[in-house]
């Protein structure tokens, strides 16, 4: 899952009408930005961007970001990967096709996904 990403909203708004699965990390990474983005719709995060290499992970929006160290807890190849963030908190990103997608909620109800940036 390392390399740049960037975030997909015609692929997250046509996951807003499947049924989601509760993430088993929490919402890790994105607990703040859910409990700051409230009602906004996911036109809002628009342009996000991440940045994954083998030691950090960078959240970035409007050229701004954040970066944390990692650790993978568990992995399964090509479908999912649990990591654990400097910050203590843990994060799942799961594989669908050539994406990733995370959720920003506790409730596994919203999935951003991102694709690969060109």
Do not use: H
């Not at 990103?93 to 940036?117: Q, V």
């Amino acid at each position: 899952m390392q390399g740049d990403w960037i975030f997909d909203l015609d692929a997250s708004q046509k996951a807003m009408n499947e049924p989601a699965k509760p993430p088993p990390g929490g919402g890790g990474l994105f607990d703040a930005m859910a409990n700051a983005m409230g009602g906004m719709l996911l036109p809002a995060v628009s342009g996000m961007e991440l940045r994954i290499t083998d030691k950090e992970i960078m959240t970035m929006m409007n050229g701004n970001g954040k970066a944390q160290t990692y650790e993978v807890v568990s992995t399964v190849p090509d479908q999912e990967c649990l990591i654990k963030l400097s910050d203590g908190t843990l994060q799942t990103y799961y594989k669908a096709g050539d994406s990733i997608y995370a959720y920003p909620d506790k409730g596994g109800k919203t999935k951003l996904f991102f694709k690969r940036k060109s």
